[in-house]
């Protein structure tokens, strides 16, 4: 075990919890190989959101609700989350999860591609999560720039792709060459963007964290 693994391991070891469903969730997701972010990346998640207090909260991948039903446990109550979705075998899921938890009319899911139904949100989140395909990010970031008001919060989540994104081109995989290409470039944009300022936080596979340039 590396000491970064063991410096993780008891960050996650001082967790307490997000609650028995939310536990139970992320639990079943695990088992079944459903794609949701990180224990640590869960609490920063959930961090961030209470130091920003959004009234609005757009999020690109659903998955199962899980990271959605977090969001909501740290926003204020008048705080609403639009998220996306595009896989159909998940969506029932998610919308059973939010049921359950009883924030079903908090959080309003949008089925579909995420570039098209982005480019068609008016208004503007102060809070973005992007955590859906990765090899994408880089072409939502217009639409996400659009929508994110001076002073709000983009957080993009599995930059580091597992590591993957710290080796040469040629080492990886022949298939994972394209997301990993663009995914670089994407956060070479976002350290170089003008109207952001960005760090990186190797937490989990990596987040992201930028704050638009100017006061809401």
Known sequence: MTERERIEDYIVSLESGHGSLCDEIARKAREEG?????????ALLKTLVAAVHPSAILEVGTAVGYSALLMAQAMPGTCRITT???????????RENFKRA????????LEGD??????GLEGTYEFIFMDAAKGQYLNWL????RLLPPG??????NI??????????????????????RMREYLYCLKHHPDLTTAIVPIGDGVAISVKKGCI
């Open 152 to 157: 709000g919060m983009l957080v993009s989540d």
């Open 34 to 42: 459903v794609p949701i972010i990180r224990p640590g990346t869960a």
């Open 102 to 109: 009883g924030e079903e009319k908090r959080i309003s899911l």
């Open 114 to 119: 995420a570039g098209t139904i982005l480019s």
């Open 142 to 145: 217009p639409q996400v720039m």
């Open 160 to 181: 580091l792709q597992d590591g993957t994104l710290l080796e040469s081109r040629y080492a990886v995989e022949r298939r994972d060459r394209t997301i990993h290409s």
């Open 84 to 94: 996306i979705e595009k896989y159909e075998k998940r969506i029932p899921q998610a």
